[in-house]
């Protein structure tokens, strides 16, 4: 398996525009999961999903942001509009109760927002 | 309510010598502990976890944490560092009757500086 694949790697934009962050999580996990990286507050998780239904987003920073997981095998996050403070390392991880819950992580994205 | 604690932001040690990184935890049941690196401008990756069995649990990398359960402590411990195990250290820990609780809850992480 090639792991946890996220796109894009590096993501440059402009304050006000909308922001779209691909996940796809390691085939057979039923449980997917957002988190921003930054220096000043750390790792923090963002939502998380088990087959394919949110069940914890209480890490949602505001209404800006929102995220989707139509199937097993791909979720976004998507930020609209984008603002400097958004900009961080956003690591998408999935996990299955076969392997008690251990995460496996993407290698994230690294977002700015100018 | 679960949580974990790493007492210690930044550890120094001179490559060759001991290492320990400190992580408490708290859960109600049964702690699943695990440890996890981050090296600079990548993902977290695995190192090693305790689920039941022996409380001394050997990892990748030479690294092996010790499951104390009258202290609630995972401290992670290598007998010689080297200077690429430079980086940031996550512990993370889960209720195992936690049901369909399926998330893991890390600790803010504890950056392991090793000098030659």
């Known amino acids: 398996d090639a792991g946890v694949i996220q796109s894009p790697r590096h993501e440059v934009t402009e304050m006000g525009q909308e922001v779209t962050l691909r996940c796809k999580p390691i085939?057979?996990?039923?449980?997917l999961f957002w988190y921003r990286q930054t220096m000043m507050r750390g790792l923090e998780l963002l939502i998380y999903f088990n087959n394919n239904v949110p069940i914890d987003d209480s890490g949602m920073p505001e209404d800006r942001f929102s995220a989707k997981m139509p199937n097993a095998s791909f979720s976004t996050l998507k930020i609209q509009p984008s603002e400097p403070r958004d900009s961080a390392v956003y690591f998408c991880a999935s996990s299955d109760q076969g392997h008690h819950n251990e995460q496996f992580f993407g290698p994230g994205t690294r977002l700015t927002v100018l | 309510a679960q949580s974990v604690a790493q007492p210690e932001d930044q550890v120094n040690v001179a490559e060759g010598n001991p290492l320990t990184v400190k992580c408490t935890y708290s859960v109600s049941g049964n702690p699943y502990l695990f440890w996890y690196v981050q090296y600079p401008n990548r993902g977290l990756q695995f190192l090693l976890k305790y689920i039941t069995g022996d409380n001394l649990v050997k990892g990748s990398y030479g690294f092996e944490a010790e499951f104390n359960k009258s202290q609630t402590s995972f401290h992670l411990k290598k007998p010689s560092a080297l200077v690429s195990d430079s980086a940031l250290y996550f512990c993370a820990v889960r209720d195992g009757a936690g049901g369909s609780q399926g998330n893991l809850i890390f600790g803010k992480g504890t950056k392991l500086s090793v000098k030659p």
């Open positions: 085939s057979g996990h039923d449980y």
